[in-house]
């Protein structure tokens, strides 16, 4: 994985591949800018970083399924309670690896930032996705959890930072749209455990973007590795305290082999090696290539569901979630993709 970037511009050099990155803002969930371009790239190494994105959506679109398979033996708040007994020791490696034992220091302002961001981006977003996924399908939470730059865009636009421009607020409204369509069948069927589950996911996704808002200045200062790792480490004991009574209650010793299994693809394969491995993809191909790609999820999300959960599709499911796609991916893309054709 490329080293974080710190400022504006940094050189890059990694197995075959150079990269002068250029930046504006900040990428939070890998630690690198997102408006970057590499300069100088192998052919090679382009195509290798595709396929590798390729199966990392595969892993994170498995990883809904694999996390429903489990949870009925570890519950949600014991698989809290192994995810965050593990997490923070491999930030800590990572964080070793990384920077040796001179990690980056933390300014007394800085800190209390961290301190919010853990709470909003690991105990209340991760917390809520657990439970979310436990209770509704693992296509509904792919899918849900697919609209998080929509509530980024509207944090941006109530805090005054960003107007939105008309395609944004129409995609904005297309995939609320595309929302409704989608839960229509558990409302209307009066499937009230899987539907409280979406909700609960959405609101999931609303601490997410605003972890992603949040903390884009301390990002620019620290690199997305501290911050990430920082954050894991301060949320960690709060929410093994939380978790306590359900993970001393789990019987650890006497799990299948396949409970161990999912366990460690959906807490080292998924989170941990999925963040650094897409970091990398980042800095290789540029976010703005790769973050389409993650529209990709809910598809593999909702396939392996159906061969592995036997999760039914309906016409309400699958036309519910093409507008919300639609919407979120004009909500996202829509104002460049205008952009261009008054350019052309």
Known sequence: MAPPVQSPARVIARSRATFILRSRGACLSCGVHPRFTPLIATPEAQRRALWIALALVFVWGTNFTVQKLIFPVLTPPG??????????????LWMCVRYGIDWPP??????????????????????????????????????????GPLFTLLI????????????QVAGVAIACGGVVVFLS????????RAGSGDLILLVAASFFSYYTVAAKEVIMRMGGVPVMAYTTLLASPLLVGLSWQAGMGVDWAALDWSIWAGFFWAVLVSAFLGWIVWGWVNAIRGV????????LMPVVAGAVSVLVMGEIMTINKIVGAAITLLGVALAQYGPQLLARRRTA
Not at 79 to 92: E, K, S
Not at 288 to 295: G, H, I, N, S, V
């Open 106 to 147: 933390v300014d007394r302002s800085d800190l209390w930032l961290l301190m919010k961001l853990a709470l909003a981006g690991h105990v209340l977003h991760v917390g809520l996705v657990t439970y979310g996924i436990h209770l509704s399908t693992a296509f509904s939470s792919a899918l849900i959890l697919a609209c």
């Open 185 to 192: 069948d558990k409302f209307l069927g009066e499937a009230w």
């Open 288 to 295: 703005a290539r790769t973050a389409p790609l993650m529209y």
């Open 79 to 92: 698989f809290l309670f192994g995810r965050f007994l593990i997490m923070p020791v491999c930030a800590a």
């Open 156 to 167: 941006l636009r109530f805090t005054g930072v960003e107007r939105l421009k008309r395609a």
